[in-house]
């Protein structure tokens, strides 16, 4: 059984806050050179633990 997910353009890219920096790229190659100058300037939050 396949399962399907589906949400609006606007609501997702909203949230992500690398958007600017890959929303003019055209290829895959661009978007990834994007997130990583993102991941590269950011701070990351510190890891938490998940309640199992």
Excluded: N
Excluded at 3 to 31: C, P, Y
């Amino acid at each position: 059984m396949s399962l399907f997910w589906f949400f609006k353009l606007q609501g997702i890219a909203s949230r992500i806050q690398f958007t600017s920096r890959v929303e003019h790229s055209q290829t895959m190659d661009e978007v990834a050179k994007g997130f990583q100058l993102y991941r590269a300037t950011s701070t990351r939050r510190p890891a938490k633990s998940i309640p199992l």
